[in-house]
């Protein structure tokens, strides 16, 4: 599509206006309860049709998810399909042509004493007719431990055959993971080969065919081609994990394969890695400072056209001028916000547009611009929408090993003259994770409630280059745990809330750094709050070892569990062995349902901890997931969240 000077022109000023009209009402500042932020966002996952007719997307309706349709420029929606398995969570949603969508939907499942996610991948039309779950006929009554290695993939679409895709899934006959051509509206399934070439991901090129292989033995990588389907397999290189670049294969095209791999810069960019030679022979694009985060596809999956990275927002980059040029022009049109490309039409001329800012929820607009129309489509918190809600300000400092740490603090609305408001110190979760400035529903939460909130991006979070992420490699309670008690002395120092009167709220390794700081700084904190968090490090590494993929990631990142020396180490720095030093009140959430952390890691810690005296709470939310992916569930983490605080932080 190209773009001539009046169209920039008139779409710049077209858009202006329309952001600045969902603007006009003034912000209100009313007391809002824990249901205007605690419910999941009303709208994700959106998505363009080919044709730019219609958008789909996951809606978060208070009976559970469902997929839903709207025409493209109405905010009128119908519903599509609703899965029927409890507490289904809906992952991603993808057209596979101008009618046909496939779901991608995952649930909890217990599984040898663990908790395993299965995935699964249903198709249907967008007016819900002939919905139907992708899956082998043969294998239907298939034996428990494969729902483990089940977990399907969708390796191409096909662009040229509107009927079937690429599927990989695990194959019992070939004991590997084998790829399927699948017809999208009768579930026959056809094996494309056999697998005997210890692969489990399979990559196809722009003409659907499957000529590149990545396995993967425990911490060795393989790597297989073929020319074409006409010529056999070959094993070209093998790789080490931790030992060398990372290498993350995008799309194939040809001999060459574009990488989303830390070479040469020690950051993540994309590379033109060729196959042959095994060799990295062109830089595609790299941002000077962060690592990139995605690759952006075309809309038919078959190209590249550009990358995403985050600052303190996230940002696209892209390589075609036309499509720079109109990045370009809605990012400047949406000056109040920052704002990326959701999605677009094949011909772009429809576009989905995700505006953010740090004190307003994030909003979708569509643009039409061969109509030259657009207009607002749907906010995430539409409850939230003009409420005055606090600013989110960026942070840097040095601390006295040196290290350059950034972060956010959130002070209240309305703080009058001189007033240090308490304090919340929200470690975030990974720790290769990451805090950003946009909006957050429970720092907002935390602020409406009156207190600051203070976020630091320890060392070894990841967006800032492999030094920083590889700094926190097995520092576990140590030097990534000391950054965030700089990160407070640094506060302390700039004298705007009490450091004195704070709490301590985090989740997932979150919730360890909270529960760690309970017994290294008992005077520190008055109250602390682990959700689905760690208390036996040496436990947690343990049951991750057991998974022959994820011992290489757990020996260099954790510890290793098979090591005494290693083992010490871990249990120095995990708080179910310190009870006895724990002053300060606990509050324990974690659900039933998580595979990322076992429940069992707050249930075992509740017990000792109770035992040893300590005023600890433990509520335990049945079907809960890691990340409380469902509306019941989050409600009452944010309720007794609310609670505990105002009675233990004034």
């Given amino acids: ?314 940002k696209s980059h892209y390589f075609n001028v036309e499509d720079a040029t109109l990045n370009r022009i809605v990012k400047k049109s949406f000056k109040q916000y920052n704002t990326f490309i959701v999605d677009f039409s094949n011909d772009r001329k429809k576009v989905l547009v995700l505006a953010q800012r740090a004190d307003s929820p994030s909003k979708y607009f569509w643009l039409d611009l061969q109509k030259k129309t657009g207009g607002f489509w749907f906010s995430q918190y539409p409850d939230l929408e003009k409420q005055q809600l606090a600013k989110v300000q960026p942070f840097e400092f040095t601390n006295k090993a040196g290290v350059n740490l950034n972060g956010y603090l959130t002070l209240p609305v309305n703080l009058k003259k001189g007033e240090k408001p308490p304090l919340i110190v929200h470690p975030h979760g990974g720790p290769q994770g990451r805090d950003y400035q946009y909006f957050n529903p429970y720092v907002q939460y935390l602020t409406h409630l009156g207190y600051a909130v203070l976020q630091v991006n320890f060392r070894g979070s990841v967006g800032f280059g492999n030094n920083y992420e590889v700094a926190g490699y097995r520092q576990w309670g140590k030097l990534m745990q000391q950054d965030v008690y700089d990160a407070i002395d640094w506060l302390r120092d700039e004298n705007k809330v009490n450091v004195d009167n704070s709490c301590i709220v985090g989740a997932s390794y979150g919730g360890y750094v909270a529960l760690t700081a309970a017994f290294q700084k008992p005077e520190l904190f008055k109250c602390i709050v682990s959700i689905a968090g760690i208390a036996d490090l040496s436990a947690l590494a343990t049951g991750e070892y057991q998974y022959p993929t994820q011992r290489a990631f757990v020996r260099e990142t954790i510890g290793d569990p098979t090591n005494a020396d290693d083992i010490k180490m871990m249990e120095k720095v995990s708080a179910i062995n310190y009870v006895d030093e724990i002053t300060a009140p606990i509050l324990l959430i974690h659900g039933t349902n998580d595979t990322q952390v076992r429940y069992k890691q707050s249930v075992d810690f509740y017990k000792r901890a109770k035992k040893s005296g300590v005023d600890v709470n433990y509520v335990e939310l049945v079907r809960g997931t890691h990340y409380l992916d469902g509306n019941d569930n989050r409600l009452e983490a944010f309720k007794v969240l609310g609670d505990f605080l105002r009675k233990n932080l004034h």
Avoid at 36 to 53: A, M
């Fill in 1 to 314: 599509m190209k773009f001539t000077f009046k169209k920039l022109l008139f779409l710049s000023l077209f858009i202006s206006v329309l952001s600045n009209n969902v603007n006009a009402t003034p912000a209100t500042s009313k007391s809002l309860t824990y249901q205007q932020f605690g419910h999941l966002p009303l709208i994700q996952y959106s998505t363009v049709s080919p044709d730019g007719q219609s958008i789909a997307a996951l809606y978060n309706a208070k009976d559970g998810p469902m997929v839903v349709l709207s025409a493209f420029g109405s905010s009128k929606i119908s519903g599509v399909a609703k899965l029927k398995k409890s507490k289904d969570r809906i992952d991603g949603i993808r057209w596979v042509n101008n009618e046909r969508l496939i779901i991608s939907a995952s649930y909890s499942k217990n599984f040898r004493g663990d908790r395993i996610r299965i995935n699964r991948l249903f198709a249907v039309n967008k007016d819900g007719s002939n919905f139907i779950l992708l899956q082998r006929r043969e294998v239907r009554k298939q034996p428990a431990w494969m729902d483990y290695v089940s977990s399907s993939r969708i390796v191409s679409q096909l662009t040229n055959d509107k009927e079937h895709v690429l599927i990989e899934l695990y194959d019992e006959k070939d004991r590997g993971w084998s790829v399927f051509k699948v017809n999208i509206y009768t579930n026959e399934f056809t094996k494309l080969f056999v697998n005997d070439f210890e692969v489990n991901r399979w990559y196809a090129n722009n003409k659907g065919e499957v000529v590149f292989g990545v396995g993967h033995d425990q911490d060795v990588t393989t790597i297989w081609y073929r020319k074409s389907t006409k010529d056999q397999w070959k094993k070209l290189h093998t790789r080490k994990a931790f030992h060398g670049e990372t290498f993350n294969p995008v799309i194939v095209k040809d001999d060459k394969v574009i990488v989303m791999s830390d070479y040469d810069l020690h950051r993540k960019a994309l590379w033109q890695y060729d196959i042959k030679s095994g060799e990295f022979d062109k830089l595609i694009y790299a941002h000077e400072k962060y690592d990139l985060q995605n690759a952006i596809l075309s809309p038919d999956g078959t190209e590249v056209i550009g990358a995403t990275y985050a600052d303190n927002f996230q």
